[in-house]
Each structure stands twice: as C-alpha cells, then as structure tokens.
C-alpha cells in the first residue's frame, strides 16, 4: 500500500489564491522506493489538477510543461507523484539524474555541505569542492594533454563561455554549428540553436557571425562519415572562410534535435581539419556526457579528443552545475576576471558532483549503459519487425530513440504525439525530440531495472498497436 511506505513529515499545507489547501505527502526518494509502475488514480490525480490550475495562474505561460502531473518523491527508475501514482522515468529530467534520483552519494554530500557553508562566491573566498571538481573533469574527459576547467550553472552557460574562450584565443569571431543542433536558449545559445519552434520563434535577433554547416544523419541523407564531413568542410570554406572561424560546436549524438548519431569518421574528419586550421574543436556533451551513452563521454567513441568539452546534466545527480574543460593553452588564454559569474561552482552543486562520479565509479554506471542498451535494443527491434513506422533504431548506451515514419518514410509528428501521450497517461515518462518533432527517446536512469525498462518499452508497444 502507499501508505505503508510514506514517511509523512509533521503535515504542511499550503494556502493557495483561492484559499484551497492541497497537502504535499513528502516521500524519502532514493533507490529504496518501491520499483513499480502503480496507477491509483487517473492521470493526472486531483492533487495535481489542483496543482496544474494554480501553475496556471502563478507561473509564465511561456513555462511548458510536458507531464500533467507533478513529482513528490524519485529514485531507481521511478518518480511517484503527488497523488501516490508511481510512473516510469525514461527520461531522467532529460539525461540528468543517470545516477539516480536523490542517489544517496549525492544527498550526503549535499546535506554535509548546506551544513558546513552555502555560497562564498568562488571568484571571491574559493573552496576545494570546485578545485576538486575541476581536478576530476580534467582526468577524466579524453586526452592525456595538460587541462583546465571551469565551472558555471547550465550548458547553455557552459555553452557561452566555451565560444567566448574559443573567440579569445583564437582572436577570430564566427562560430560554426550544424542542422538539428541544440545548445541552448541564451542569446548566443539560441544562434546557434537549429529549430525554430519552441525555442528561437518569436525571440530574435540573434547574437551575429553564427553559422549553420550540414550535419550527418545516416538515416536521411545516406553519406559515408567522410562524404559529409567533406559535405561541411566545403561549406565552411566557401561560405565563411576558415580563417574567420574560431569554433565548430557539434554534439557527438545529437540529443533535442533527434537522436542523430553522425557515420562514422564524420566527427574524426571534423577534429583533424579544424587542429589544422586554428578552429577550436567544441564537443557539446551536454547531454551525451557521465557514462549515459556507455563511455563517460560520447567522444570517445570514436577517440575524438575536443579542444572544448561543455559540460552540464548529469554532472551532478541532479543539482545545477555545468563546466567548460579543455587544452590548457585554450581555457587559460583569457585574461584574469575575464571569466566567472555568481554561483558557478556553487559548494552545493560541486559536493553532489563529487558525490555523483563516486555513484558513477561504485555502481560501474559504464557497464550499465551498456546493459540497458542491449536490453532496448533488444525490445526495439523486435517491435520494428512487426511495425515499419519504426523507421529508424538509433543512440548508444542508454540514449537510445526510435524515428517515427509515415508509409512514405515522411517524419510522423501526429503518431509520435499520441504515442508519448499513450505512454504518459499509462504511467510511463517518456520524451520526443527530432527537428521533425518525430522520435521518441529513451533515456532512463542507469539506475533503473531490467524488469522495470522492459515494463516501459512494452507500454510503448501497446501505445504503437493502439494508434
Ligand atoms: N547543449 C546538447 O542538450 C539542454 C533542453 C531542454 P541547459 N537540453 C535540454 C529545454 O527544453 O530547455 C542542452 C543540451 C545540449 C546545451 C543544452 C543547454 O543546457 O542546462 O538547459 O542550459
């Protein structure tokens, strides 16, 4: 029963405009919470109705939110609401929580540290936790060259400085991103950002001298990985010149814009010609980064050592944090103070990261990804035997996605929405993403089941037979 498992705090309730109470059960998340998915009211419940109206009423409407209800406790692969409903995560807060929900490394090193101090300003009275973290990204991101790290809030923060760094060594200014890229919603994030709707319409201009080259996507254009680096390359020096580029930006495994694995030597072909030419070489592994594809960083997949690696997401377990690390004659080129911001680094942030890379190395989160990986696969190409609107299987590790088709092989947006509205109000979490708004990922905790993932998959197979 629900009950017999929720640690109720002495009970708060919470006045809201129209002097309705809604109490908040408060549930001890982490791995020991019951693994299953368990429907005890519709979805959404009415204490998240209750919620959805006052949001409604508090919150910008230009804040969307995907599932209708809201989260009261998580951890494994679960995220029970506020209503008792206990659903399936299969999109960790959008590849953040790959260690778990409230992973205990992670709340026991943050509750030592809110106890110890909460914000000093590192440009101000530093602390180890950020050195410490810096120390870690610079073993561990690819490379045995000398590095340096920087700590900031959020990839597209991570984002912004990796091009300002980039700008500054090279004292050159245009900046390279390619089709169906995601990095963000600053200013500068958004220019480089490929799709319109939801993220740019509406917000422009945007910051200049930001280029867009052609990406490789196997499954649509059907180029080798050296045909499309050639493809790129020739654009970048007929359009722009290389000797006004500073840096190409690309994330190894496209994550908002669909999953979109390049061939193989694309990213390759990519690093050699900008080391050639003075372009620093940014690999976003905002999303790809911390074990979620089975290598800490998905560059390593084909030995692709970045110049630049931004840094966010999973970082953490959870908490706001982000980095840039690469070549120490790169980050260290700026000026002194040329660099910073409030929070970056917060003490917070940087004893859950320490926490999080002991959870990724204890529980061999690598060997993991793996294992989910063969498991969806596994699940996924089974159902594509019999269903051919599967038109492509695609991701690593546990970044996996399937490309919803039309019977013309043309992305089907109207069948990928049902399908995750399908999945949602049956209990389990699910994300799309695709330039087309066509494909449906999968992105689970690695903290998750083999019975629970199989549980997921076999809900979006009866969401697939039901439309
Ligand atoms: N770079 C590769 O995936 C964030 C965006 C969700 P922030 N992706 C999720 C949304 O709707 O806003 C992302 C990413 C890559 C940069 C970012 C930006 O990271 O932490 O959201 O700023």
């Given at each position: ?7 109720r705090?002495?009970?708060r309730s919470?006045?809201c405009r ?8 408060t549930?001890?998340g982490g791995p020991?919470?019951?693994?299953e998915?368990?429907?005890v009211?519709?979805i959404p419940g009415p204490?998240s109705?209750a ?6 009423a508090a919150?910008?409407a230009g804040?969307g939110t995907?599932m ?5 406790a998580?951890?494994g692969g679960?995220?029970?609401?506020v209503d ?8 960790s807060g959008?590849a953040?929580?790959?260690?778990g929900?409230?992973?205990p490394h992670?709340?026991a090193?943050?509750i ?5 101090f ?14 410490e973290?810096?120390?870690?990204l610079?073993r ?5 060259h000398a ?5 900031f809030?959020?990839?597209a923060?991570?984002?912004e ?6 700008r500054?060594?090279t004292g050159?200014s245009a900046v ?7 990095h ?8 480089l950002?490929a799709?319109?709707m ?9 910051a200049?001298?930001?280029y ?8 649509r254009?059907g180029?080798?990985g050296a045909e499309a680096a050639?493809?790129a390359i020739?654009?970048?020096d ?5 000797d006004?580029i500073?840096a190409?930006i690309?994330e190894?495994?496209?994550?908002e ?10 990213l390759?072909a990519l690093?050699?010609?900008?080391n050639?030419?003075n372009?620093v070489f940014?690999a976003d592994?905002v999303?790809t980064?911390?074990a ?6 998905a560059?390593e997949?084909e030995?692709v050592?970045?110049?630049l690696i931004?840094?966010a997401k ?13 070549k120490a004659?790169?980050m260290?080129?700026p000026?002194?103070?040329g660099?910073?911001g409030?929070y970056g ?8 990261a320490?926490g999080?890379?002991?959870?990724y190395?204890?529980h061999d989160?690598?060997?993991?990804a ?9 699940e ?7 269903d051919?609107r599967i038109g ?5 590790g546990?970044m996996m996605?399937?490309e919803l ?8 947006a109207?069948?990928?929405g049902?399908v ?9 979490i699910?994300?799309t993403?695709?330039t ?8 689970p905790?690695?903290s ?5 993932l ?6 979006i197979?009866e969401?697939?037979?039901a439309?």
């Open positions: 029963m629900y009950s017999s498992y929720m640690r705090r002495p009970a919470y006045s129209m002097s309705m109470t809604i109490d908040a059960p549930l001890q020991s919470l019951p693994q998915r368990r429907l009211t519709s204490k109705e919620l959805i109206a006052r949001k409604q919150v910008s804040v995907m209708p209800v809201y989260a009261a998580a951890g679960v995220i029970v609401d008792g409903n206990s659903l399936i995560d299969l999109g959008i953040v929580t790959n260690v929900n409230a992973d992670v709340t090193a943050v030592e540290q809110v106890q110890r909460t914000h000093t300003c590192f440009t101000i009275t530093p602390y180890d936790g950020y050195v973290v810096a120390e870690a610079n561990l991101t690819p490379g045995d590095k340096r790290t920087a700590l809030n959020s990839g923060e991570a984002v400085n990796a091009i300002k760094i980039a500054y060594y050159k390279v991103a390619f089709d169906h890229g995601y963000g919603r600053t200013n500068l994030t958004m220019a950002t799709k319109a939801p993220y740019k319409a509406g917000f422009g201009p945007f200049p001298d930001v867009r080259a052609p990406m490789s996507y196997p499954y254009d180029l080798s050639e493809r020739h654009m970048m007929r359009q722009i010149g290389v006004r500073a190409i690309i190894p495994i496209q994550g814009g669909g999953f979109v694995v390049p061939a193989e030597g694309f390759p690093q050699k010609w900008a050639a030419n372009v940014i592994e999303q980064g911390f979620r594809t089975g290598q800490m960083f560059s997949h030995g050592v970045p110049d931004t840094l999973g970082i953490a377990g959870g908490l706001p944090l982000a980095a840039v690390t690469g004659e790169i260290d080129a000026h002194a103070g660099l910073g409030t680094g917060n003490p917070i942030a940087t004893a859950a320490l999080a890379l002991q959870a190395d204890e989160l690598l060997a993991r793996l294992e989910l990986e063969g498991i969806i696969r596994h996924l190409t089974a159902l594509q035997s019999t051919a492509d299987i695609r991701g690593r546990a996605a399937i088709v039309d019977a013309n092989g043309k992305p089907d109207a069948l990928t049902k995750a509205k399908h999945c949602h109000v049956n209990g389990v699910v994300l993403c695709g087309d708004g066509n494909v449906i990922r999968l992105l905790p690695l998750i089941g083999d019975d629970l199989r549980e997921g998959i076999s809900v197979a969401a697939l037979a439309n």
